[in-house]
């Protein structure tokens, strides 16, 4: 049965190298290929940048580098740094934030005319008010007219 992906790998069993071994440059590891291929690319890179000291190429991924292409669509960011900036420069705002700052002024005059009662549903409810106040008015007038008949009939009553 396999043993996965850390196959040659043993476990438990590490090397450390001694403070005296560190101060003579000598260690108990053993250097590995892929320390001596880092270092041969290393020193690939710095002949190559030598040879090319006067040219300077950029690297391009796949066939950009073999076929120039100009998109007149593809807009380059520019960059502005903050002591170039335009602060009196006004931005243009969204149709969205345009559309959402004309709801919300639209509510607020509405909701002003509203209060004025110059709106139809402001005077449908002033209208629906009274009515209700009278109903109120003519339930509290018959309340006494009650009251008063009971006490005239317990006035009444004791005589």
Partial sequence: MGRGKFKGKPTGRRNF???????????????????????????????????????????RKGIEGIIQIENPNLVKPKTTKAREADLEKTTELSRREREEIEKQKAHERYMRLQEQGKTEQARKDLERLTLIRQQRAEAAKKREEEKAAKEQKKVEARK
Avoid: H, L, N, V
């Avoid at 005296?20 to 890179?45: C, L, N, Q, V, Y």
């Fill in 17 to 59: 190298s001694t403070p005296e071994e560190m101060i003579a440059g000598t260690s108990a590891r053993p250097r590995t290929f892929k320390a001596e291929e880092a270092e041969d690319k290393e020193e690939e890179t710095e002949e190559e940048a030598e040879d090319d000291s006067g040219e300077e190429t950029e690297r």
